[in-house]
């Protein structure tokens, strides 16, 4: 009847020679892929810094070069895309050395991308599909990180500092409801900084964070706390291993001299130990048993590991 399309006619037409051409001035790989997962189209992707030529790709299914488990979850984008009707924008990580291509010439080892995929309101050589602009965000996402790291990293030492820590205790202790807060004082430090000088203590705080990590592997679980206090967190552990892994700490720190410059200091630390426990403990809670040990350890002699008890509340 008059009026009416055929179904060769409601598809969307080839692109043509300009059209190409065009594409092929950007950047950034931009593709069409049929809802079967070939790769109807490969357009862009010039910048060989951030891609390798996609271009041999055309025509091929993305089960033919892709881990089968990267083309199920690239799959499943577009299967959503093209039901939603929506732009659908999602990142993933990839490692270039699992691609099959017959020449790579792009940036190599593992790439984050972002796409940008959008239904095609008509087939495509026949068949549903959609486009996708792909953008490699490597540099972006490692910038983030480490603007990340500055905000949550102590400049002096590199360990974590006292907000990043409060927050990841804060964090187990929802998950696992309980933990023990070990918080750690270089004895005698203000006598370091007197005696010897500014500059001297912080080569004591520095070799301290390196000694530390020795001890604690789990360096996500070390911060400093502030001055030349530091705040380490154990889980998983009775009170008896607690504080064997202060007492290990602490005579790992006197076990031999730190140097300053043609200096030789001998270093002790004193530390608090107590049990936290409860998924919605306050950050004044989470620290004031430790730190009510350590001062007991202080009073006490110094150059000691003191487990909070209760009573210690009463004097």
Known sequence: MWGMKTKQEQTIPLLDDISRSLFNTIPDPFIVVGEDGTYLEVLGGTERSLYDDGIPLKGKNIYDFMPKKFADFFMGQVHHTLESGKLNTFDYQLETEDVTLTTKNGPGGTQWFEARMYPLEKPYQGQRAVSVLIINITERRTLHKQLRDLSNIDPLTGLYNRRYFLQRVSLHLREAGRAHILICDID?????????GHLAGDAVLQEFASRVKEV???SRAIARYGGDEFIIAV???SDTEAVAIAEDLRIHVASKPFFFQNLE???HISIGVARVQGPNISSISLISEADIALYR?????????CLFTPSMREL
């Open 188 to 196: 005698h430090f203000k006598n370091i900084n007197d005696t010897y």
């Open 265 to 267: 200091l001998n270093v």
């Open 297 to 305: 350890a202080k009073a006490s002699g110094r150059n000691k590991v």
């Open 235 to 237: 889980t998983n552990k």
């Open 216 to 218: 604690i592997k789990h």
